[in-house]
């Protein structure tokens, strides 16, 4: 029976060279877990690092020559893993810990989303609708998944069978959703997760849908048929190309004689702008006043439904719940942000400069996505039939030979 063999103290010993003052560290103890000389420019350096050498030796390498077998055999197989990394044993199990540490302290994806969304409340309605249908719906699969286990390929996952708008904007939330969650006093994600989410560069060219003569001329009839508040609602969106969740929140007091102010707490994007009035937005206006007050909204009461019934009775397909009778539907589904798009189509189609346009719309695009989207979307001709639609009730102050007269400031 062999005696187990204790391995022997390193002496630490240094010797004089040409190179310098030489001290051996034994692969045993070696943090590269190989034989390292090292030089050194005096012998008291030299003899100094050896003291610390034999110190440390004392105080842990000693302990070392008793580990039981079961762990020096896991030490040597962690080593063989980490050949040719460059790592040691103590570089891995520090990475191993820090991975630890992040995830015992992140969070699960369902409990982070509600603490998301309340800390959200203040925000518009509709931003927060936004917020709730991407993580709630869209991302429910990851609800019982810790923060710190998920991967970008989880995200891209999720948005790989969504279209070009939708994916846009659900990636949109998911960024602001994460670093929020990333940040201090938080920290319960890598930030770098969701940086790495690429954004497909696809043509979208195709979800910019403009609304032609016939369309408009069908749009606005429906609204008519509604009543004042939806036809000026509407010829505000068409002649005017004000976001519909800006409208919403339009009173008359907004309405000037040359112009419609966007305020900062109107604006999506929270910067003051003017909308100038049209001869063709004028006459809607005249027409359709009817004697409103300044502090009255623009919209209608219970807008969303009275907007779908506009649209239902115009051909779109869209659900109206407060027709007893809807018409067939004859043109399709209703495309997105239809009429501001084809109020920036006219305009440009009309020789508006640009530089006009991005204050008038809003666009933090610039020339640029002005080009991309609206040059050469619709003629010139059809555009002028567009500004051509008045309203089907006559007012005194519009006539063949003159324009229409500007509705009254508030």
């Known amino acids: 029976m062999h005696k187990s063999r204790v391995p ?10 040409p190179r310098g003052w030489l001290l051996h560290v034994p692969a045993s103890i070696s943090d590269t877990g190989k034989l390292q000389r090292r030089y050194f ?9 050896a003291s610390a050498f034999r110190t440390s030796y004392k105080a842990h390498g000693e302990k070392a020559t008793v ?5 020096a055999d896991q030490a040597l197989a962690a080593i063989k893993l980490l050949d040719g990394t460059g790592a040691n044993l103590v570089d891995a199990a520090q990475a191993y810990r820090k991975a630890w540490v992040e995830r015992n302290s992140s969070q699960i994806f369902e409990i982070a989303v509600k603490t998301y969304l309340a800390a959200r409340e203040d925000l518009r309605k509709s931003t927060v609708g936004s917020y709730k249908y991407t993580l709630e719906k869209v991302a429910q699969s990851l609800n019982p998944r810790i923060l710190a286990d998920l991967k970008t390929s989880d995200f891209e996952e999720i948005l790989s069978n ?11 939330n998911l960024r602001a959703f994460w670093r929020w969650a990333a940040k201090p006093p938080r920290g319960w994600c890598d930030v770098g997760v969701i940086e790495a989410l690429e954004t497909v560069r696809a043509s979208d060219d195709s979800d910019i849908q403009i609304l032609k003569p016939g369309d408009v001329e069908a749009l606005l009839r429906a609204a008519e048929s509604e009543g004042a508040g939806a036809s000026v609602a509407y010829a505000i969106a068409v002649f005017g190309g004000v976001r519909m969740a800006e409208l919403e929140k339009l009173t008359w007091a907004n309405v000037h004689q040359e112009h419609i102010e966007i305020g900062r707490n109107v604006a999506k994007k929270h910067s003051r702008r003017l909308i100038p009035l049209c001869a063709s937005l ?27 019934s506009v649209r239902r009775r115009a051909g779109w397909e ?20 239809a009429c501001r798009h084809t109020c920036a189509s006219v305009q440009v189609a009309i020789g508006t400069p640009l530089e006009e346009l991005i204050f008038k719309f809003g666009h933090s695009g610039g020339h640029d ?15 002028l039939e567009i500004l ?10 519009l006539s063949q030979d003159s324009p229409p007269t500007a509705c009254h400031e508030c």
């Open 41 to 49: 420019r005096t012998r008291d350096a030299a003899l100094c690092e």
């Open 162 to 172: 969504k279209g070009a708008t939708a994916a846009r904007m659900h990636r949109a």
């Open 8 to 17: 022997r103290c390193p002496k630490f010993q240094v010797r004089n060279t």
């Open 282 to 308: 004028k006459a809607w206006l005249d027409v359709y006043r009817e004697g409103a007050v300044a502090d009255q909204l623009i919209v209608p009461a219970n807008w969303t439904d009275v907007s779908k």
């Open 67 to 71: 580990l039981p077998p079961r762990v």
């Open 318 to 337: 869209v659900s109206a719940r407060l027709l007893h009778d809807p018409p067939e539907p004859t043109r399709g589904a209703w495309p997105a942000n």
């Open 369 to 383: 996505m002005l080009r991309k989207h609206y040059v050469s979307r619709l003629t010139r001709k059809d555009a």
């Open 388 to 397: 051509s639609i008045h309203p089907s009730k006559p007012v005194a102050a």
